[in-house]
């Protein structure tokens, strides 16, 4: 079963930074899209930014473009995700899984890691 391990969430106040880490295993992580998704309280989990197998395409959802940047390490097998002026609305468990059209493909989630944006 693959393994996904988020890590990096925090509390911080609105305009302030974080950068999420997720570290991979039991795949082969150079062959696969990658992406961050996030779920708000009360709300479905959405599709955050993903990023090609190469690394040389990014997506981003239309609330975090500008703001977040997503990369990766395929020496390390690690994603990560760089959020700068984060919003109250920013507010969530992040999650990564690998990615296809901005689907995710694993059936298995890591455990998440939590975002709160707020003064």
């Known amino acids: 079963q693959v393994q996904l391990e988020e890590s990096g969430g925090g509390l911080v106040q609105p305009g302030g930074s974080l950068r999420l880490s997720c570290a991979t295993s039991?795949?082969?992580?150079?062959?696969?899209?990658m992406g961050w998704y996030r779920q708000a309280p009360g709300k479905e989990r959405e599709f955050v930014a993903s990023?090609?197998?190469?690394?040389?395409?990014?997506n981003y959802a239309d609330s975090v473009k500008g703001r977040f940047t997503i990369s990766r390490d395929n020496s390390k097998n690690t994603l990560d995700l760089q959020m700068n002026n984060l919003k109250p609305e920013d507010t969530g468990v992040y999650y990564c899984?690998?990615?296809?059209?901005?689907?995710?493909?694993?059936?298995?989630w890591g455990q998440g890691t939590q975002v709160t944006v707020s003064s």
């Open positions: 990023i090609s197998a190469t690394g040389r395409i990014t």
């Open positions: 899984n690998a990615v296809r059209q901005s689907a995710p493909i694993f059936g298995s």
């Open positions: 039991r795949f082969t992580f150079m062959n696969y899209g």
